[in-house]
């Protein structure tokens, strides 16, 4: 069965579905140009290595598309970063330090 990820930017996060029934989500929060990944859960009755490389790939995907840098606060996402290089680009370059206060 396919995993379809969504935006739900009223719940900051992305969302993946099977059939219609929500399996996981990577929740996030938007800093002008760029993008924290906080947290990323998968029911653990859903095929949670299909979703969360769905989740992963849509959302990384997006912010390559919107221009947007990330932070990988995340552990799920910073591992998957580190196993798939090709996304490394993305990530800001002062990603430790984004989601402090001033």
């Known amino acids: 069965m396919a995993v379809q990820v969504t935006d739900a930017p009223e ?15 990577t929740e996030y929060r938007r800093q002008d140009e760029a993008i924290m990944f906080a947290r990323t859960f998968v029911e653990p009755a859903a095929d949670e290595s299909e979703a969360e490389e769905a989740l992963a790939r849509y959302c990384l995907d997006a912010a390559r598309r919107a221009g947007d840098q990330v932070e990988p606060a995340d552990p799920f ?26």
């Open 11 to 25: 719940r900051q996060r992305y969302e993946a579905r099977v059939e219609g029934e929500l399996v996981g989500y």
């Open 77 to 102: 996402l910073a591992g998957w970063i580190e196993r798939h290089p090709e996304y490394a680009d993305l990530v800001h370059e002062n990603a430790a330090h984004l989601g402090e206060e001033d």
